[in-house]
């Protein structure tokens, strides 16, 4: 599991490999997953506990709200982030980063907190203070949905019914 207080601190070297280092003191490595399905190959390779399959979930939501603006076969990259010397097959990582390259778009999550922002691919600071909070909260995983239906143009529904309102009609 990643540590840090305040800042993650991205590194991007000459050759493109990027990674990132805590507050702490933690160093994580990552490695580009280039595959044709780079999202069940991420999950695949991860722990796969509620947090993993969130991440996988929260960036699909991500993704619809760009997917308008986006030409691209695989219009994004995931990165498989694994701390210094444990190797990239561990599953032991909790960070989650997807990078949309044409708007230069980041959604950055681990146990903790979640980033959506737009930076080009070089060093950059992560700040707690610009996170939403954990994608395991269903409060923070609504702002998405919200955010998302936002920028794809779909107004909120005015009426919310509750499961005992669609009880009371005979919908179920």
């Known amino acids: 599991m990643i540590r840090y207080r305040k800042t993650i601190q991205a590194k991007t070297t000459r050759n493109g490999e990027l990674s990132f280092e805590t507050d702490l003191g933690q160093t994580w ?3 580009e997953i280039n595959s044709p399905n780079p999202m069940s190959d991420w999950l695949y390779q991860s722990a796969q506990g509620d947090l993993q399959h969130w991440q996988k979930d929260m960036a699909k939501v991500v993704l619809d709200s760009f997917v ?7 219009p994004y990259v995931l990165y498989n982030v694994y701390q210094k010397g444990q190797g990239y097959a561990s599953r032991a990582s909790d960070v989650f980063v997807m990078r949309i390259p044409s ?18 691919l070089q ?3 992560i700040k707690v203070e610009h996170a939403a909070g954990s994608i395991l909260n269903r409060e923070v995983r609504q702002k998405f949905y919200d955010w998302s239906d936002t920028q794809r ?9 509750t499961d ?3 009880a009371a009609r005979g919908l179920r």
Do not use: M
């Open 153 to 161: 143009g779909i107004t909120p529904s005015k009426i919310i019914y």
């Open 164 to 166: 005992n309102d669609y």
């Open 68 to 74: 308008h603006e986006v030409q691209d076969r695989c």
């Open 123 to 125: 060093n950059f600071p």
């Open 29 to 31: 490595r990552s490695l």
């Open 103 to 120: 708007n230069n778009v980041w959604f950055v999550s681990t146990t903790e907190h979640t980033w959506l922002f737009e930076e080009a």
